[in-house]
């Protein structure tokens, strides 16, 4: 419980410090992930904002090792909460009547899915099938790939109005999904004896390569979507996504049972069908002020 508060403190910083130094960057683009990474890392307030993240992931290994996946999944997502806190202290974002509903309904509904735990009837996986594994998460990377770039492309339209970033955290959230999918495969390894048939049994799992190929483009869509859109609300959604994705299909790929008491099983289900109805119904486009990226500006000749 102690390593899960403190992710979503790391976690809710990294992003919120990440934001607000891609604010005072040029306008990145994802077609130019070199240029992008180059702006990244010449940002001292960026880079404090990834290793707070990174900071975070060491703390998720720890909670995947003592707790099931949904109960986990549940206890990230209350960080929520102090990250709209800090992007409206830190920001100066502002979230509509609308949006605070949701976010509300969302913890509801997430809360629903921790008080359907039990400690003596859940059990802790530490392995599941590679197949099984592959099967799940190659799938929903095509599908998050392709859902960033029918994103930007709508974006590009003239006259659009702007998007609050919806669909760049559905997209996201699917990569992150399987991050945390191999985040938890990773924990299985971890081991104080026997390190080197560990970490050959590690390399041998399709996990690390999971988390390479999501670090990669992880970090190129995160940055993008995250510059031009509100934190408050495309971290949210993105993280709702991703604890959905993890808490369901990763519940069964590692085959951590669904509770078998009626009241447990219906608060688990509904709870997850209110987050995904609240995602679904949330506005598509932003009427809160953002604000201004910084451009460099032009002198004439």
Known sequence: MAAALLANVLY????????????AMPEVDIRRPARLLRLVLGSPLWIGGSLSLTAGFGAQLAVYRTLPIAAAQGIFVSGLVLLVLLSSRLLGEETTGRERYALGAILAALLMVVLSL????????????APLILTVCLPSLAMGIWLYGAAERR???RHRMPTTGVEYGVAVGLLYGVSSLAIKGVSSYLTTSGLGGAAVGLLRSPYPYLLLFTGAFGLVMSQAALQRCRASLIVPVCTTVTCLFTAVLGTLAFGEALPHEPVRLALRLAGT???????LAMPKHDTAPQPPIATKELTPP
């Open 12 to 23: 809710s910083t990294g992003f919120v410090l990440e934001k607000r130094a891609l604010a």
């Open 155 to 157: 974006s590009r339209h």
């Open 118 to 129: 039990s400690e003596d009837s859940d059990t802790v996986s530490r392995s599941a099938p």
């Open 273 to 279: 069908a209110l987050a995904v109805s609240v995602l």
